[in-house]
């Protein structure tokens, strides 16, 4: 594995990749803060920043590194130079886990420079936890829900015959976008973990209020979390960051209690949010250093799944053909989400759109790899990247993907004719 | 002009024989004719989807496939010898590097052929949606399974092809796809007499023009450059064509784009339409100059 | 007998195109025994089915029948692999990495230790006469360096078993003849030799045995001495014979033994008047 490794890495070295790699890195650096503009705050300038520069150069390396790992095996195929690399006493597996660990370690040393350069541009602030309330999964509210709609008997006929998996499906799409409704007056508490109460100050409330009919509603109640409370005056449909402080007269809460986040609506309006979309808690985490090498970590992650997966297209198609069908990959893991995101599945869709979405359901579950982990995302908006989520990562992108994806690579090198007619 | 001719033969050829050639084709065409599917997505126009997908299929997959080919055509031949052998024959430096281009061209060319007549085929299909439409019942069923099945089928015709007469099958795929585009739109409009959008035709010439400059510039690129130095070239020329801010010697997209002048029973202006096509020639003849000049000063070892 | 090392039985190869029709028939039914210590020439025009046989020893085609045995194992056993190096028909290096990467990349993947490989690599380095070009990157080289280098990444591993397809391809006379030597001495230290080539004549003059390949069969196999020998006739050389004694000679011999007697003058090789000439030139 040593010597296919080090063969990979002075082909990418001499091929001029890495340098190549590294000037793009220095230019985005350099060019692309004087090309995007933010809306002048200095938050906005942060968050187009960091999507801006440190999103291009990640982009670029996932594509660049992709197209070059699916050139790797195949051009190493097509000179007739795997062959005399196979018929050493060498196993396939060694022969592909090496090119992996060079283009991963490219990647390395492009994203060490892009977060030394993010780093030292300054005037970063630190990140912060982001706790969403504690509900119970929509998957049991949805089967819930049906059992009470097929016991109603007023359940129009239709509804009744269409298959359970379906209606389930619906059911928890209508579950993860339900609202709850905040009459004038009243108040709404929801649980929220332990951690989240577990600091001394800087807790904020993330609240995304909306009204039914007027888009511009005024809003006004009170929000209480634990022993900190604050007020709120603002228009709806906007996000709303609430720093909380300590209150008086409110009491530590017991430690074998949740803590709970109440609003308590005291305006004119009813309000209404979507608990498992709207509602968050923010608790101070860690510096944007840290956060920025937790996120570098993910993106290693992910870009080790995606030269893993190059690697397997070269073994099996040749060059240009292997390139198209990772970049193909590449886009439906984009879309895939976004297509669920934008139509959800109804009883009424129409054959051929329903079958869209199922395709697009199996696209996002067989991508999920790499459209899960939002390191980009993470670090404009200042979220803390959890170490849980780059365990993860880790796990699955890094280790286990690229071992399966690998074998079977493997196999494929070991079953096809290593050589041609001749 | 019949060594032009002998060379730009073998280099359309060439081009239409790699397998990327055939996929691309297939996945062009296919993404074209099962829009009209997706009636949730009509934009207020039944055909605007498919127009649209029709002018970004040309865009982005005819500048993949004409641009490997380019590069393919003119940089391999010369890192792999295949030149050397030629242009040791009186055959002058420019001449084989135009009919090199032209031949890539040439394919392109039926990649433009095979694209239109699809996305005429296309909004002939999404218009016959409209107008039968009644409840859930939609009438996409014909234009759908002539388009998308006339282009399945001519690539089974040439795996036949393949099997019993030997023909080259991605050859073969290529030019029967193209084929099958007139003949499903004129079976399609056989049956319903729906109005075809001729008036399309002039403005995917000048964005295939547009994409010819791309192709000129990608043959210029690989006399001097190695073949993943000009893709890396290419894609950051593409991604300044869409801010232009070479606009004399780079194909600024957003000029050869006419389809949004399309929106709402529109037309480009025809002397919109003359001034794009006169600055994709302009820039075709720059590039391929270039190239000349390129290659005329290049040792071939 | 002494062990076989390449023990080939009913061996056959048909390739076929995409819809499984046969294309060409390349081997059909060779069988073939290399022991221990021979120098195996494996010898026939273009088309025969020389290469086709070499890369199915290798394990790099799937023969379509047949048995191939590698010291007894099958050849895509990790243990057989271990034992043979190879050098291809053409010499296939990677452009970017020097000579001395290239052995010592060779080495790693033959497993040996680092320290073995690194002083392998110079060994051999030397002995191909590629020492004091070693740092340089193998693509800038000539095609008889390249071939040198790739000799040599064929010998890292100190194989018991060397495949050569074509191993004078690209060399002068005086690396072929440097080559030829490499053989012999290899072949002396028990080293067992396959190679294919095209120069009947480097196959005469290093091969022990030859086996004769046509349309994929073979034709003639058996000792080189014992099938190019022509045991009724016989030949005397006789030094500093004049032209008019040697005719006398031949005269008085036909007229002995009333058959007829022809005589020659024997020739130097012209391998070893251009090795002689060259370095006579260079002093």
Redo the contacts between chains.
Sequence with gaps: M???F??AW??LL??HVLTALLALTALAHLLLPAVVRSDGTADGGREVFLRAVPGSVYTVLCVALLACACGLVARARE???L?????????AGALMFGPLLALVAVAAVVLAFNAGLTCARGGWTDCRHVYAPVLEPPETAAQRMLKDILANPDTPKEVRSAPRHRLLSILVGREVDRYESILPGKSLAWEFPAAAADVPTGVVARIRFSTQFNMRASLSGQVAFGPWSASVSNNTQSVLEIPLAAAQGRRDRPAAEAPKLDFRNTGRSTVMLRPRRDVEVLTPADSFGMNLLRATGEMLCVIAFLCAFGLFLSTALSRPVAIFAALVFLVVTEMAPAVLEQYPETLDLPFTDRMGLWLSRGVAFATSAVSGPQPISDLATGTCVEWSALGHAALVDAVVAPCVLLTLAAYLV?RR???S?? | MRRFWALARSAALEALAEPLSAILFLVALLAVHLLPAFHLHQFGEPGRLSRECGFSALLVFGLVFATSAAVHSVGRELESGTAATALARPVPRSLFFCAKVAGVLAAFALFLFAVAGATLLSIVTSEMGRIVTQGDVVAWGPGIAAGAGGTLAAFALAALG??FLRTR?CVGACLLTALAQPVALAGVLFLSHSPVPWNLLPALAVLALGCAAFVAMAGAFAVCLKPAAVSAVLTVAVLLAFISPLRAVMPDINRFWLVDAFAGGGAPAPADLCAAAGAGALLVAFWLAAGSFLLARREIP | MSEPVIEIAGLRKT?RD??LRPV?E?VRGVDLTVERGDVFGLLGPNGSGK??TI?MV?????PSGGKIRLFGLPP?A??A??R?G?L???S???P??TAR?TL???A????LGRRDAKARTEELLARVGLSSVADR?VGGFSKGMARRVALA?ALV?NPELLILDEPTSGLDPIGTRDVKELIRALAKDGVTVLMTSHLLADTEDVCTKIAILSQGRVAACGRTTDLLTRTQDARFTVEGLAETEARALADELARRYGKPVSFDHPSVPLEKFFAETVRAARG
């Design positions: 040593v010597e296919s080090l063969l002075r082909a001499r091929g000179s007739h130079r062959a005399l690399s196979v018929v050493r006493p060498v196993s070991r004719a290593a050589a007619r001749g | 393949n099997a099958f | 390739f995409f819809w060409a390349a290469s086709t890369k290798l394990g790099l085609l799937a895509r990790r243990a692999r271990a043979l190879y291809p028909e053409l296939y290096l990677h970017f990495l990467e010592r990349y060779y790693g993947l033959s497993s990157a990444a591993s």
